[in-house]
T-cell receptor, first 113, second 111 residues
Framework: DVKVTQSSRYLVKRTGEKVFLECVQD?????MFWYRQDPGLGLRLIYF???????EKGDIPEGYSVSREKKERFSLILESASTNQTSMYLC????????????FGPGTRLTVT | GEDVEQSLFLSVREGDSSVINCTYTDSSSTYLYWYKQEPGAGLQLLTYIFSNMDMKQDQRLTVLLNKKDKHLSLRIADTQTGDSAIYFCAEEGGGGNKLTFGTGTQLKVEL
């Protein structure tokens, strides 16, 4: 079974702190994604990566950066956390197959106070 | 741009059929998907349909696709309490490996 793990289920940080969210997949998938999920807004794509050291902006990249130094690991960085970044963060990975099925991690609920 | 819309809530009685609807805008999408999110969990793929099909059935699930109206629906037969979850439709497009998700429909199954 494909497994996507995220470093924390719950995280509480203060405004202005630098925050790292880690995601690891064990299926050698080429593509990895970071979303945030907010009630009534669904999932919004922050960044994605289709190869090591490659990254592409999604729909809402402002205030975030990413890093993909190894194929299995994709990190989301909040350079200076703000209260409007309080959200559920979901990581996903997918192979380069025609169906582009995405496999999701359990999510990290981040609260910025 | 791409936009995927769903109603936010649906309530059904146990044993009834549930129909969750979705409209999308990208007519070039090759695949359309239904994902399920149980409380406290990530999303799990339920089923997908290729754009040249108009129906796909998988046990209790039936997906209908109307390409002309850009309308996708998911029917769950004999809905059970374990089906209570948020259901997301998604379209593939805008670069192949990217998906655009809808807002999600919260399905509540009442006894």
């Amino acid at each position: 079974d494909v497994k996507v793990t995220q470093s924390s289920r719950y995280l509480v940080k203060r405004t202005g702190e630098k925050v790292f969210l880690e995601c690891v997949q064990d299926m050698d998938h080429e593509n990895m994604f970071w979303y945030r999920q907010d009630p009534g807004l669904g999932l919004r794509l922050i960044y994605f990566s289709y190869d090591v050291k490659m990254k592409e902006k999604g729909d809402i990249p402002e205030g975030y950066s990413v890093s993909r130094e190894k194929k299995e690991r994709f990190s989301l960085i909040l350079e200076s956390a703000s209260t409007n970044q309080t959200s559920m963060y979901l990581c996903a990975s997918s192979p380069d197959s025609p169906e582009y099925e995405q496999y999701f991690g359990p999510g990290t609920r981040l609260t910025v106070t | 741009g791409e936009d995927v819309e769903q109603s936010l809530f649906l309530s059904v009685r146990e044993g009834d059929s549930s129909v969750i609807n979705c409209t999308y805008t990208d007519s070039s999408s090759t695949y359309l998907y239904w994902y399920k999110q149980e409380p406290g969990a990530g999303l799990q793929l339920l089923t997908y349909i290729f754009s040249n099909m108009d129906m796909k059935q998988d046990q209790r699930l039936t997906v209908l696709l109307n390409k002309k109206d850009k309308h996708l629906s998911l029917r769950i037969a004999d809905t059970q309490t374990g089906d209570s979850a948020i259901y997301f439709c998604a379209e593939e497009g805008g670069g192949g490996n990217k998906l655009t998700f809808g807002t999600g429909t919260q399905l509540k199954v009442e006894l």
